[in-house]
Structures are given as C-alpha cells and as structure tokens.
C-alpha cells in the first residue's frame, strides 16, 4: 500500500534552499519528514471504553486488492504482504479466491459427509467434529496462479498484486485421517473428492494417502472460527498443496477409487507445457521467496540502513536458508530466518541494508530442506516455456533507482 | 478337543484382530449414519467412466436454444466469442505461440462438462437445469467443436464413450525431472 506517512511540517524555508545546498532531494524529503514528539501530541483525556470485538487503529489503512472487478464473486483478493508482518496473515487480510461468491452458512446446521468406499456412511454436525481430538498448526496456503501476472516479466506494481496469493495462518481442526477412521476406508479407496458448498461446488480429489497423512478438517484460524470468506464454517487445509485443494466450505468426502476428473484439476490448475503436454495433478507449491520490505511501490528516502524483509515457503517442508542480494545478484549473502521456522509455513528472513543510494537490484531466493533452490524467471521459462500459467516460484527482484524508487525489477 | 496350546494361540490371533481393528476404527462413536437416501441428494460427483450420471439424453439439437438462453451471453452464440472462458476452437494450437485451451482443444473427459454444467452453470443460477437439459447443453458444446454430431444422442451411457481431442494430453507431476539450475 502507502508509506506510513508522518504529516510534513511546513518547512522554514522553501525545498530549492535544501537542493542550492547541494542536498539531494531525497534527503530532503528525509528531512521534512523527520518525526518530532512533543508532549502536545499525547492525549489529555480520557480513551475509548472496553469493546466486544476489536477493530484495528483508524490510522492503519492496509487493505486486500481487489481482482477482476468485472466478476467480483469468482476473482481474487491480495494480501497486502507489505504491510504484514511476522508469519501470520490477519485473518481479516488473508487473500481470498472464490469461484462463485461466499455463502452463508450457519454452524448449527452445516454438516460433513463421509461416504462412499466407506464401511460406515456418517454426517457430523459442526459440534461432533469438536468433539473429536483436536490439532492447532501454522500453515501456509498459496494459490498456484500466485504470481501467474509475472511470467512474461515485470507486471504486478507491487509485492501485493505479484505475491499477495499466498497466507499463512494458525489451523484447528481435525485431523481428516480421524474422521475417514470414523467411517472406516475399504481397501479400494484411493482416492477423495472434496466439495465445498458453495453455489459452484467446487471439487477437487486427492489421493488417499495425502488425505490420511496430514490433511486438517479446520473449523478454526489463528483462534477464531474461520471467516466466511476462508471456509466457515469448514474447509480443507492441505499442507504445501496449491490453494485450491483446501477445499472452502467443506461439506462432503466421498471416498472413491479414481480422481473424479473434475474441472478445477482439469481445465484449470493444470500446466501447459511447450510440447502440447499438460502436467495434471501438480500439488506441492515449490520453494518460493519474496522481499516484501523495501518492495515496488516505496520510495527509499535517502542512503542509509535499511531492514530488508520478506517471506519464504516451501511445500515439501521447511526453509534451509534465504539469500539476499543488493547488487543484481553479483553477490548473495545469507538472512537470518526468525524462529521458529516451521514446516509449510511462511518463515520470515530479514537482512540488514546499507543502501550506497545508487541505483541496484534486490532480490531474495530460498533453498528448501530438500535442496531445491528457488529458480530465476529465466531458468522456470526455459523449462516450462511462457504458458504453463500456474507455479511461477521465480525470484522477485526489486529495482531501487537513484532517487530511492523502488519498483519490479523483473 | 483344542489343545490348551492352540487356545492361546487363538486367543492371541483374536486380541491381534481386536488391536488391528481398534486402530483402524476408534471407537469414538461420533457422527450419525448417512442414509443412501441422503447421501443420493447431495452426491452430484460424475466420474470420467461415466459413474454418477443420472439417466437422461439429449442431443445438440436440442440442446442449441438452451444454450443461446443459459450460455451465450457468457460464451458467445457459437463458444468463440467470449467474453467468458471460450468453449469451442482452438484444436492444434496448444503448441503455438497463442494457446487456446477450449472443451475442444484442451479438456480430458467429456463427463467433465456435463459435471460442471451440472454443479456450476449457468452461472447466476446453478442447479436450475433438469438432467436432459444438461445432457443436451453438453451435446451442443461437443458439437460446436465437432465432437459429436448435431443429433447424435448424449446419454448416460454414450458420454463416457466420447473421446475427447485432448484426452492424451496430459501427464503426471514430472517437476523433479526439471533441469533447474541447483547450486
């Protein structure tokens, strides 16, 4: 979004005595903007009284970006990666994707059913499925078309419309493995479809030993029930696995013993290859990394330090390390990851700046447990060529000009 | 007469069966039984072999004005003209340097389409169209890009035989194979 913006104070004398003086205008600027306190500026009577359910600071003003304006109930919204911080996406800023709007459900009577290959058909009330043992995780979902706008170069302004497709967020559910035992899977059962209730029914399968590894049935985020637009009252949270896949809505499992085929895995959130081909079924979401801080849309007032920041995930585990670069990638020199780095979570990195203030590229790239390492846009199109659509991981340079403007450096 | 011995060893065999069968199903006694009936009213799930389609028919011809009613405003008289996902054209050019990935030129299965007509469209209201209607709007979509012709009978039983263009066209998750520059 904007610079936090401190009121400027009407300068003693006019800008060109600053430049005559041979300051450069960005220094300037620096300098009108310095903050001041003053015992003037603290309250002199009483607050607000106690509340119901908080609301952030009027003076805080980052909001989602809102996608396709033309069809606002199957679009996306953005999460204002800049302007988050820690691994944990404010419920209220998570990005959104929905296919067919959100609808209104009520938790009193929304229920779960599991059937199918099954031995035992059986329908769970929002108020079971709490009775059952319950699992808190950090985890991260990412839609697969995040940063699809990039793969031809340079698009999105800002981290928020190139990587605001991703969100991380603290889960609790149910282990999905606890309610299909509940059920009881025949030996035939490979796979799962999922389907939301939505007006669209949104259905995606997956294959059965994901579902008994470590998929959540959530009823819950970051410790309140879920917000309408991320699934209340039930969704399915698939660890490292492309957005689409946790299932919004949740409402039924059927248990069966081929993928149902269906047009979100087949038409779309599939991988157009130079050869024809089509790679089908592309779950995990690679190694990725961004710098958040500084990021396109900022401008830097002047040389000097700066915290560079940013978010680094991978769906096959956890992040070894992240390198940062401040000179076109002549260089790489390693962040500190912030504890705890959790397993297909974002992990937070962070790396001390000082800008020369000449003109640069910065840029942050990831390495895996698995030793995967975060590819350039050049090496993903090579392989994959310009179409493939969903999955671009690629490094996101930022270009830092001479007057501290900081836009896609890609 | 058993021996004391295989009376263990039976006894033994039972409480293995009892543990095997205690860690596939706790006994938690949670969740209700769902009827056939209930789950029937929920289950719209169609499988590429044809599983899960209700019996009905229809053809392209039938299926033409139900389209130009439901469909075109989004998709265009003939599944060209947008301004919506396209429907029709585009065979031979996934290859070019202008891909157009239509139900022609690009989707698996033919039971896919009657699937998501079924679940999703039309799009302002879902679930409004009986299941020949769907069967016919499937048959037109197939016509206009030449997959069954104008009156050939679309079926529970015939669209899970239509071969789609594209049906070969996809492969497995082969990332590993990737030659992405490691350090």
Known sequence: MTTPTIPARKPGGSRRWFLRAGTSFAAALAALRAPTSSAADLPGSLGAPVSGYGSRSRFERALRALGNARTPRSTVSYAPLRDTFGIVTPS????????????????????????????????????ELK??????????????????SEWTGANAPDVQRSHGLTSCSEWTGVWLSTILRQSGAQPGATWIVAEGADAARV???????????????????????????????????????????????????KLVDRPAMTRWETSK????????????????MDAKSVITRP??????????????????????????????????????????????????????????????????????????????????????????????GYHNNAIQPWKVTAAGVVTNGL | ????????????????TCAAAAAQSPALGLGHPASPEAVKAIDIDVLPDGRGLPPGHG????????????????????????????LAGGRGTLTSARPIKTVGSFWPYATTLWDYINRAMPYEQPHSLAADDVYSITAFVLFLNGIVGERDVVSETTLPLVKMPNQNGFVPDNRANENLPRR
């Not at chain 1, 009520?106 to 009330?125: E, I, N």
């Not at chain 2, 039938?62 to 396209?86: F, Q, R, S, V």
Request: aromatic share 8%; proline share 6%; charged share 20%.
């Open chain 1, 92 to 127: 209220s800023l998570h990005f959104e994707r929905h296919h067919a709007g959100v609808p209104e459900l009520d938790s009193a009577t929304h229920t779960l059913t599991v059937h199918g290959l099954v031995d035992r058909p059986l329908v769970f009330s929002i108020d």
């Open chain 1, 269 to 284: 959130y599939t991988d157009l290859l130079p050869d024809g081909t089509s790679r089908i079924f592309t779950f995990e």
């Open chain 1, 203 to 253: 259905a995606r399968s997956l294959p059965m030993d994901k579902a008994m590894k470590d998929v959540l049935v959530a009823y819950a985020q970051n410790g309140e029930p879920l917000r309408p637009e991320q699934g209340y009252p039930l969704r399915l949270i698939v660890p490292g696995v492309e957005g689409i896949a946790n299932v919004k809505w949740l409402h039924r499992v």
């Open chain 2, 59 to 86: 053809t392209a011809a039938a299926g033409k004005p139900l389209y130009i009613a439901h469909c075109g405003a989004c998709h265009g008289a003939t599944g060209t003209e947008g301004p919506n996902d396209l």
């Open chain 1, 295 to 388: 990021s396109g849309g900022e401008t830097l007032p002047g040389a000097g330090v700066y915290e560079i920041s940013g978010l680094a995930w991978t769906g096959r585990g956890a992040v070894a390390r992240v390198d940062i670069t401040t000179d076109g990638g002549r260089t790489w020199n390693p962040a500190e990851l912030q504890a705890p780095v959790l397993p297909l979570a974002h992990t937070r990195f962070r790396w001390s700046w000082r800008w020369d203030g000449g003109e640069t590229l910065i840029a942050s790239r990831v390495t895996d447990e698995t030793g995967y390492v975060q590819p350039t846009l050049i090496d993903l199109l090579k392989a994959r060529g310009r179409f493939s």
């Open chain 2, 1 to 16: 007469m058993v021996s004391s011995r295989a009376t263990v060893a039976i006894a033994a065999l039972l409480c293995l």
């Open chain 1, 131 to 148: 009775r059952l043992p319950s699992v808190s995780r950090f985890f991260f979902i990412e839609c697969s078309g995040n940063t699809s």
